[in-house]
């Protein structure tokens, strides 16, 4: 699906990646030529894969927390931060804030449903697909258990990315017009991490103090280094957006990684038709994570909005590429699929968890997030 920026002629700005380990250099694109129409053409990455399946959990969160759809989460409450679910969380389903939790008073690895979860894999989905069905679309590693590479990996079964095409860099421009007119070394000033500042240590170290802020770092500044102060016009070369043809739009779900996947029942035994329920499902659950993202916009980033040129059409490759079928389908008709799906899953006696798993912080991960909200000042 090809997008536009809003108007003719409008940059956008793609994410910054740091340079090499080691390298000097400043933040950069992530930019190479590709074949686009049978050509190689410059094109620039506006949203990776793993981001846009970061977008595609958060399409799905939001579908759950309105009622569109029931979907397995594990789901965390930290304090000062909220809930995490298994949604929000990079390791997904075997991340680390699980691995520290506790189930009824129990570290979550050893629980039954931690359990579960780790010694699922291709072969074995089942827990996967109760508890946890996204960790089968978007791939899932359990990576901080211990285990190195004999843990559970799951390959994505979806693939999605946008990028610019005929990207032609632009340039920065920065500036600021003091309206006091500070200049820049009028004062010795003396500052903390935490923005508390004065003309001497310890005035700073008294107000960071009235503040709750006992134990601070001070060290010397200037105006121009607490927001104070003009600074000049400049053009930057680097980080200064990109002018675009048009953005491309892919969304790839894998058939063929999904038909590795086998949906074992309580007794270990697997059928062709359980198995295939359980993909049918998954391949529903896709299509409506892709139809929901879409419905909540192109707004990667600041400067980053694109508009869609016309409706997503999705096409059906059969055996051979040249196999084809095109079709259209939004968010009702994807949940409709996903609700026939279910249903036909339920009759081969395979559900998943319609009530998120409540786990509880462990003391351990409750006190390391203290320490870091104190160091960072929260």
Request: contains cysteine; charged residues 25%; aromatic residues 6%.
């Amino acid at each position: 699906m090809r997008l536009l920026p809003p108007a003719e002629g409008t940059k956008v700005f793609p994410p910054t990646y740091a340079p090499p380990p080691g390298s000097q250099g400043s933040p950069r694109y992530a930019e190479e030529p590709r074949y686009i129409d049978g050509e190689p053409t410059p094109t620039v990455l506006l949203d990776s894969v793993p981001s846009q399946a970061n977008r595609m959990e958060q399409a799905l969160l939001a579908a759950c927390r309105r009622g569109a759809i029931r979907l397995p989460l594990l789901q965390v409450e930290i304090p000062g931060h909220g809930a995490v679910t298994s949604l929000d969380a990079p390791h997904r389903v075997f991340d680390a804030i699980f691995r520290d939790s506790l189930l009824d008073g129990e570290p979550f690895p050893t629980s039954r449903i931690g359990r579960a979860l780790r010694e699922a894999g291709l072969g074995n989905a089942t827990a996967l697909f109760r508890y946890a069905p996204t960790a089968l679309l978007f791939g899932a590693w359990d990576s901080h258990t211990g285990r190195g590479t004999k843990g559970t990996k799951i390959p994505r079964a979806v693939v999605s990315e946008i990028v610019g095409v005929a990207a032609q860099r632009g340039v920065r421009t920065q500036g600021r017009i003091d309206p006091l007119g500070i200049e820049r070394d009028v004062a010795e000033i003396y500052r903390t991490e935490q923005a508390d500042w004065g003309f001497s240590e310890e005035d700073v170290k008294k107000a960071a103090a009235r503040a709750g802020r006992g134990d601070v770092k001070v060290k010397k500044s200037r105006p121009s280094e607490i927001g104070h102060g003009n600074i000049a016009p400049t053009v930057q070369e680097d980080a200064g957006g990109v002018s675009i043809r048009y953005a491309l739009h892919t969304t790839v779900i894998s058939v063929a990684q999904l038909r590795q996947l086998r949906f074992p029942d309580g007794t270990g035994k697997t059928s062709a038709d359980r198995d295939a329920a359980g993909r049918l499902v998954l391949l529903s659950l896709a299509l409506y994570a892709t139809a929901a993202l879409h419905e909540e916009g192109y707004q990667l980033r600041s400067r980053c909005l694109l508009i869609p040129e016309s409706e997503p059409r999705w096409e059906l490759v059969g055996p051979t590429a040249g196999e084809r079928k095109s079709f259209a389908l939004d968010t009702s008709g994807a949940r409709a699929l996903l609700d026939e799906a279910l249903e036909i899953a339920a009759s081969h006696d395979l559900n998943w968890e319609t009530e998120p798993v409540i786990l509880q912080p462990s003391p351990k991960l409750v006190r390391l997030v203290e320490l870091n909200d104190a160091t960072m000042g929260r």
